[in-house]
C-alpha cells in the first residue's frame, strides 16, 4: 500500500528556516505529482507546494519566494524547504501524492511546524 511519511518538523524562531522530507513507497513515484498542504488549527488545511511528475512547481501566494518544493525520483523523496519562516507559517505540513494539483490520493500523517516569534 502506499506510505508517505513526512519528517523534519520542530521549533524554530521566526526568521530561520527547516527542511521537510517525504519517504514515499509503494508507488510509481516519478509518475506522481506530489504536494505539501499545511492545517493550522481553527483553520482548513491548504495546498502550500505542489510538483509535477515533470518537476514543475506551483505555491501559494503565501509562501512564494520563501519555499520550495523539489523531488529526488530516486530516492521516492519530495522535500519543502521553508526559509523565513513566520509564526503564521505554524501548523501541521502533510505530504501527498496528488491526482491533479486540486485532488489528493494519499496524505502522510503529518509533521508539526511551530515558529516562535
Known amino acids: 500500500q502506499v506510505q508517505l511519511v513526512e519528517s523534519g518538523g520542530g521549533l524554530v524562531q521566526a526568521g530561520e528556516s527547516l527542511r521537510l522530507s517525504c519517504a514515499a513507497s509503494g508507488m510509481i513515484f516519478s509518475s506522481n505529482a506530489m504536494g505539501w498542504h499545511r492545517q493550522a488549527p481553527g483553520k482548513q488545511r491548504e495546498l502550500v507546494a505542489f510538483?509535477?511528475?515533470?518537476?514543475?512547481?506551483n505555491y501559494a501566494d503565501s509562501v512564494k519566494g520563501r519555499f520550495t518544493i523539489s523531488r529526488d525520483n530516486a530516492k521516492n523523496m519530495v522535500y519543502l524547504q521553508m526559509n523565513s519562516l513566520k509564526p503564521e507559517d505554524t501548523a501541521v505540513y502533510y505530504c501527498?501524492?496528488?491526482?491533479?494539483?486540486?485532488?489528493?490520493?494519499?496524505w502522510g500523517q503529518g509533521t508539526q511546524v511551530t515558529v516562535s516569534s
Open positions: 510538483i509535477s511528475n515533470g518537476g514543475s512547481a
Open positions: 501527498s501524492a496528488q491526482v491533479t494539483i486540486r485532488n489528493v490520493a494519499f
